[in-house]
């Protein structure tokens, strides 16, 4: 209970107690993953980051400063309790801390501090050495909360401290490293300049920049490397910047800022360069292939060379050992496991007895790592050699190093690179760190392809022709093993598919079969309860030896069937009842809408085309009135089915109540055999009803259909009636406009008569009397019309 008591100090009121309690925390966490698990489920991270936010985060003081280291103690090499902080949503919550303003000028020592220890705890959740899950997870978290965004932003500002600026770039650097959605981003982020600029290409700047700070430019470099890991688009994006077909003369890109700084006269740079090149082709045949495109203008006057060749040729003019060994990591890193590559390389006759040259000659320390890089890139043109070159077939250039160098000699120097002291350095972490330039000669990736080609190369060598021969017949072979095997594969999957649809066939039968035996067995013992049920009504129905309480027991139990018959009929008849009231209440309805469609039709008779109109609607009237005297009939009977009905049912119960004393004497045979015409009279007669029910719902069918029929003509009715209307109502409209159109015209004539007569014009009587005929004799005309109209309408 020491560490929850420890705990409950941080959440103490004086600030001495809490602050002492922060430093005894730290020195307790100190490579104790325990007490760490311990403390970090005390709910330190909640009350660590509270304080961090109560004291101004990056702005705060000292306790800032304890709390950060803290909590970098408590996750650093700690998987469980980098889960923890991530499932917690701590992560998000260290957004705020980065969120820098315009003005960054004055930065304090503590808030370079504070954000310099914010950075590392960053870096702790997605270092490399970390699980890829764990790290995946936590890149995928940053990018989602904007915690990249943020950082970016403060990577692109002004006025930051440079040590905090390389910080941020390592940090960027870690969270993209591998992350195809936090490289995709990176790549889209501009730098604020004037015309924006790629945030990858200001940063190349930076490292081919020999004015820069070497940490600074180292960091670039991570940043480049980590955008490029696992990032084949990104890789294609680069490499596409150097062909010919997407060279932008206007702009500065990617791939001009690193030709510019492989050719450069700082070493570092060509180092750098050359490095970030390498990383563009890792592990990307296709990329290796287009840079083969790759063409370089020299001096004016001269044919372009390829970048392969102009990096031999730098290589033979026996620059610095730094240039040298950079040149030589991209060379080897450009044409190994690409056949093609290798072909280009041997095409030029001055590299091979370049390379042995320098491999054969006794030199000092300095040069024996040089030595042992060009034994490696010998050695890679030997292994993926395609023998597409007569002159540098595997052979030949094993015979060449056999006689110019030694087997011996050339897997000596081959050892050189290996048993360099700073080969292991580098290979420890991907992030390049070196006290100095001039021990910035291993790429990490680098040292993974040594390891990987040392032993192959060897064995290489040291093979003569007939084993390669056997090993070329043996590989073969196996091929073709490969491909019977694949075959068998391929056979074997389709027979398991085929098995396995066999097995569902089967299944479903066997379902299908059970479902059978089922349906058997439930038919089966149907048959068997209806043989007993035929039996015990054989039973019941036995002879007429049996006596009369047998033969009254019979009549009895037909008589009671008989009542199960009379009570359906009973249903039926209720049945017929309700269907004969509804549709006299629809009759009632359609009596209605006649009655409409007479007035409608008394005022369409007025029109020219009225006659017809009527005549369709007195015989409507007519189906209707037939329809009615049918339906009064279905009424009567009816009526006489519920007669009978009663009959039936006072003959049932006369049968029922029959005196117990007729079993006297000599006149029961007399009774059984009225009892039975009785019986098949009362049969025949359910039947006949049954038969007259029959019809009558034939009839109500009928009835339904000349209903719906009538419905159809009242509505074919009602629109030629509609359309009749609207033609009236349009040729009165026409008639009314022509009258108007006449008597503006004959106003008209009469101004323009007076206007003559005022003007001194003689105008002759006999067209005034001939105008004032005409006008009255509209005007007669129109009264007559109204007249009729008048009439038409009475």
């Known amino acids: 209970m020491g560490v929850s008591r420890l705990m409950d100090l941080l959440a103490d009121s004086r600030e001495v107690i809490r602050n002492d309690g922060l430093l005894l925390l730290q020195q307790l966490t100190k490579g104790n993953a325990a007490i760490q698990k311990i403390v970090a489920f005390e709910n330190a991270f909640e009350r660590l980051l509270d304080i961090i936010t109560e004291e101004g985060s990056s702005d705060g003081g000292i306790v800032v400063e304890d709390c950060l280291l803290l909590l970098v103690n408590l996750l650093k090499n700690n998987s469980s309790n980098q889960n923890f902080f991530k499932e917690g949503s701590y992560i998000q919550r260290m957004k705020p801390w980065f969120e820098v303003g315009d003005d960054n000028s004055g930065w304090s020592a503590q808030k370079v501090t504070n954000l310099h220890l914010m950075l590392q705890l960053v870096r702790v959740m997605v270092s490399p050495v970390n699980s890829p899950g764990a790290t995946s997870s936590c890149q995928k978290s940053m990018y989602q909360c904007g915690l990249l965004q943020q950082l970016c932003t403060i990577l692109m500002a002004t ?190 006759q001055e590299n091979v007895p370049f390379l042995t040259g320098q491999i054969s000659e006794n030199l000092g320390e300095d040069e024996r790592l040089v030595q042992g890089l060009c034994a490696l890139l010998l050695g890679i043109c030997i292994y993926y050699n395609d023998n597409s070159l007569e002159n540098y077939t595997k052979e030949k250039l094993k015979q060449l190093i056999e006689k110019r160098i030694g087997k011996e000699n050339f897997v000596e120097k081959l050892g050189f690179v290996t048993k360099h002291e700073l080969y292991s350095r580098a290979a420890q972490k991907p992030q390049p760190v070196f006290p100095s330039p001039e021990q910035m000669l291993f790429d990490h990736e680098f040292t993974k392809l040594v390891k990987e080609l040392e032993g192959v190369i060897t064995k290489a060598v040291h093979k003569t022709s007939e084993e390669e021969k056997k090993e070329e017949e043996v590989k073969k072979t196996l091929e073709q093993h490969d491909s019977i095997v694949i075959q068998y594969k391929d056979l074997i999957r389709d027979q398991d598919t085929q098995i396995q649809e066999l097995r569902e066939q089967v299944s479903t039968l066997s379902l299908n079969s059970e479902q059978m035996q089922n349906q058997i067995t439930q038919q089966q013992s149907q048959i068997q309860q209806h043989k007993d049920q035929y039996n015990i009504l054989k039973l019941k129905l036995g002879k007429d030896s049996q006596g009369l309480s047998s033969s009254q027991g019979e009549g009895a139990h037909v008589n009671g069937l008989h009542s199960e018959e009379l009570s359906q009929l009973r249903e039926e008849v209720e049945e017929l009842r309700r269907q004969h009231t509804l549709q006299h209440t629809q009759l009632s309805d359609k009596d209605s809408l006649i009655n409409t469609l007479r007035c409608g039709a008394a005022a369409a008779a007025l029109t020219a085309e009225g006659g017809a109109g009527g005549s369709d609607n007195t015989e409507l009237l ?31 119960e006369a049968v029922s109540s029959a005196p117990a004393s007729s079993s006297e004497s000599s006149a029961d045979t007399v009774t059984v055999s009225e009892l039975e015409s009785r019986l098949a009279a009362q049969t025949t007669e359910a039947e006949r009803l049954k038969e007259e029910c029959r019809g009558l719902r034939e009839g109500h069918a009928g009835l339904e259909q000349q209903l719906a029929s009538a419905q159809s003509t009242v509505a074919i009715e009602q629109t030629e009636k509609t359309k009749l209307q609207q033609e009236v109502q349009e040729s009165k409209k026409e008639q009314d406009d022509l009258l108007m159109l006449l008597a503006d015209q004959d106003q008209k004539i009469l101004n323009l008569k007076q206007r003559l007569r005022d003007l001194g014009e003689t105008i002759d009587e006999d067209e005034d009397e001939l105008d004032a005929r005409d006008q009255f004799g509209e005007d007669d005309d129109d009264d007559d019309e109204e007249e009729d109209e008048e009439e038409n309408n009475d």
Not at 201 to 213: I, W
Not at 312 to 334: A, D, E, F, P, Y
Not at 336 to 346: D, E, G, K, Q, W
Not at 631 to 651: H, M
Request: aromatic content about 4%; overall charge neutral.
């Open 622 to 652: 007519g189906e209707v009135e037939s329809l009615r005297s049918r339906v009064q009939a279905q009424c009567a009977e009816i009526s006489q089915l519920q007669t009978e009905r009663l009959e039936l049912i006072r003959r049932a």
């Open 159 to 348: 006025g930051v401290p440079a040590d905090i600026l390389t910080e941020t770039i390592n940090t960027v650097s870690e969270v993209i490293r591998g992350s195809q959605i936090n490289q995709d981003y990176f790549a889209s982020v501009n730098a604020p300049s004037n015309p924006p600029r790629p945030a990858i290409v200001v940063l190349l700047m930076s490292m081919v920049n020999e004015r820069q700070p070497f940490v600074l430019r180292c960091a670039v470099l991570y940043c480049f490397q980590c955008f490029l890991y696992k990032n084949q688009k990104g890789q294609g994006e680069i490499v596409a910047t150097l062909l010919p077909s997407t060279i932008d003369a206007n702009s500065i890109s990617a791939g001009q800022l690193l030709c510019g700084g492989l050719f450069s006269a700082d070493s570092l740079s060509n180092w750098c360069a050359a490095v970030a090149l390498a990383h563009a082709l890792q592990d990307n045949l296709t990329q290796k292939e287009q840079l083969l495109r790759v063409q370089l203008a020299t001096s004016l006057g001269k044919p372009p060379v390829s970048l392969l060749q102009q990096c031999t040729n730098i290589l033979s003019q026996g620059s610095k050992v730094q240039t040298r060994v950079g040149l030589l990591m991209l060379l080897c890193t450009w044409i190994s496991n690409c056949p093609i590559a290798v072909t280009h390389f041997l095409h030029n």
